[in-house]
């Protein structure tokens, strides 16, 4: 056995500046002649986060290690290793997920196959943020693997072809006041949005024929067992919990499929042939909805249920409540199914099911405990009749509707351009149209007793249906900005569309993604430009494009009077050979940039000690720039600094 050699010096890789909250330092253990176990350490500046190595469906871009060259020379023992991470709700990308405060330690074993083999080359790329804007990095990492002692590393020298390349990224700025924005927004927490969903579709199951006629007899048995009115509300409320108690327990076993794979929910939301076997699901449940057939689970558990409820005491109050939810999954089964698939295409899938299962049981037991407390209310509960037939056929309808989001999924993971923006609503037009004839009372399905009298509330829910229908028409144009925006992000995007697209840039503007490109434009044509650092997974430069962008007298302004470059810093296009170039920091680290994004991004830094995105700049061709440079904020301001800058570009000229 080798004797562990211990070689750990931490060395600093990184630029310890303000605009740099990240900074690296490296070191190594021997552990063998063949052995090493590679350690990175990160220390985060306050207020900022580095995010953990596992991968999270839109989420931010995880801390990953690229080595170069190890075909060969080395192979890397199982995954990497790091220290213990923070896991809390993240307002940025609005969803829950793992990071580092203050520091970060990632270890690496690593198996030489060339024992003269010495040199271990490589990158971190990884994405950092605080609580209003992100960076992304790409920085170099060497180890000398020496038998001994540490080899001091050599600083790279810079050529003259990459001096020339860093000199035309420069601009000759007219101005410095180079400002950040402060201003913060509040982001709702998707938890208590699905909560409110799992609440609602709690209330629509308890107006099913499987609940509803159970809730007056469930509440007088209750009174009636106990000669104590107190002990026979008791029991009642005890019923009411073990009732929210077994549908949250419902949801433990897809937390214990989140902890072995993060990614398990979103990679089945998003996996093709899941989405079609939801599909098939979904269909399968609104014909039960339509009265084919029933939805029932074994015999055999209702009746071990129902005998272990006898008992009485608490043991038989929670399996009077198991009962209830065993017999009445042919109605709540596929709202709960509803539930279940729609927590796993939001980000964070366990917690996001636990918070929807807490409100569907909480809905479901409510009337049961109030009830209790209030007797004399049971006399108001209407009667049991055809309204809950038609309620339940309605049901159907919106899984139809469902059913097609994952058939769309499909479609657009793989692009089979099948289901495009305008066929999915022409088929939901379809459905709706089907079902305001329904409620009209101008078909019945054949196991339905042909009921002439239509009730008041029949009626208003066939005219809310048809407003429904009048407001999904315009979906079928061609100009789709605004349009729709209460089911935004259900039906495919507005750019999966049967019309052609003039532009691949938000909400259909002209812009331009080269900067020199760009400016010969703006030159050409005499308009001010708006320079935009952003980024493909950058969360706030989207809901910068598609909440303010998008409002009228804004895209007014970018349509009409400035000339976008939009820059993406995250870009991971590879330069060509000739474009690639080596850039020198301060502290003598020669870094190499090889992406369209790092190119980006060492423009965005060498020109305005910036780092951070969305980061927009108004200025003139001839770099004058025409006002303070703005980061995340609110339409009227953003507008007002749109503004400002035309003025000041028409003073300047």
Not at 189 to 214: D, E
Not at 366 to 374: S, V, Y
Not at 549 to 564: A, G, Q, T
Not at 596 to 618: C, D, H, R
Request: proline residues 4%; charged residues 20%.
């Amino acid at each position: 056995m080798f004797k562990k050699i211990y070689l750990l010096v931490f060395l600093s890789v990184f630029i310890i500046k303000a605009q740099e909250p990240i900074v690296w330092s490296t070191g190594f253990e021997k552990l063998s002649d063949t052995t090493y176990l590679l350690k990175f350490k990160a220390k985060i500046e306050s207020n900022w986060h580095l995010y953990s190595s596992n991968p999270v469906k839109g989420g931010p871009l995880p801390t990953e290690f690229i080595y170069k060259g190890k075909q060969g020379h080395f192979n890397l023992d199982g995954k990497i290793n790091e220290g213990i991470s923070k896991k809390s709700f993240d307002p940025i990308f609005e969803m829950e997920l793992s990071w580092f405060d203050n520091e970060a330690l990632f270890e690496q074993n690593i198996i030489l196959k060339d024992t003269n083999f010495s040199l271990i080359e490589g990158e971190i790329n990884y994405q950092a943020c605080d609580d209003k804007v992100c960076i992304f990095r790409n920085e170099p990492f060497r180890f000398v693997l020496d038998k001994s002692k540490l080899v001091t590393e050599k600083r790279k020298l810079i050529d003259s072809s990459s001096l020339k390349k860093i000199a035309a990224l420069k601009i000759d700025l007219k101005s410095n006041e180079l400002l950040f924005h402060k201003d913060q927004k509040t982001i709702d927490s998707p938890l208590l949005n699905i909560f409110l969903l799992g609440f609602i579709g709690g209330i629509i199951a308890l107006l099913t024929p499987c609940v509803f006629p159970m809730i007056p007899l469930t509440v007088s048995f209750f009174l009636k067992q106990s000669k104590i009115k107190r002990k026979g509300v008791f029991q009642a409320l005890l019923y009411c919990f073990f009732i929210l108690l077994i549908y949250i327990l419902f949801s433990l076993p897809f937390h214990f499929l989140d902890s072995l794979d993060p990614q398990i929910l979103n990679t089945i939301s998003t996996n093709i042939f899941m989405n079609l076997f939801f599909f098939v699901v979904f269909i399968f449940f609104a014909f039960s909805f339509f009265g084919y057939y029933e939805l029932t689970l074994p015999v055999t558990w209702v009746s071990r249920s129902d005998s272990l409820a006898s008992i009485g005491g608490i043991i038989g109050t929670f399996f009077m409540a198991l009962t209830l939810a065993i017999v009445s999954f042919s109605c709540t089964g596929p709202i709960l199914g509803s539930l279940l698939v729609g927590s796993m295409t939001v980000d964070g899938g366990a917690m996001e099911l636990t918070s929807g299962m807490a409100g569907f049981g909480i809905a479901l037991a409510l009337p049961f405990g109030l009830l209790a407390l209030f007797p004399r209310a049971l006399k108001s509960i209407p009667k049991s009749g055809g309204w809950m037939t038609k309620l339940k056929v309605t049901l159907g309808f919106l899984e139809l509707a469902l059913a097609l989001k994952f058939l769309s999924n499909a479609d657009l993971v793989a692009h089979w351009g099948i289901l495009k923006r305008e066929v999915f609503i022409s088929i939901w037009l379809i459905i709706f149209i089907i079902l305001f004839v329904y409620l009209m009372g101008w078909f019945r399905f054949p196991h339905e007793e042909n009921d002439l009298k239509i009730s008041k509330i029949q009626r208003l829910s066939a005219f809310l249906v048809f407003l429904f229908f009048i407001y999904l028409l315009p979906g079928l144009g061609k100009n789709q900005r605004g349009k729709l925006t209460l089911l935004s992000g259900f039906p495919p995007p507005t750019f999966y569309s049967v019309y052609s697209q003039d532009t691949e840039c938000p909400l259909n503007l002209k812009c331009f993604k080269d900067f020199d490109v760009g400016r010969n434009y703006a030159e050409a044509n005499a308009k001010p430009i708006l320079l935009d650092f952003t980024g493909w997974a950058c969360v706030n430069c989207r809901k910068m494009e598609e909440n303010v962008w998008s409002k009228p007298e804004i895209f007014k302004l970018l349509n009409d009077e400035y000339v976008i470059i939009s820059l993406y810093v995250d870009d991971r296009k590879m330069l060509s050979d000739n474009e690639k170039f080596d850039l020198k920091f301060p502290n003598g680290l020669v870094k190499t940039i090889k992406t369209t994004g790092e190119k980006w991004a060492a423009f965005q830094n060498i020109n305005f000690s910036s780092a951070s995105q969305p980061f927009y700049v108004l200025m003139t061709a001839d770099g004058t720039i025409l006002n303070k440079s703005i980061q995340y904020c609110d339409s009227r301001e953003y507008y007002e600094w749109l503004r400002r800058g035309i003025n000041n570009f028409g003073k300047v000229n």
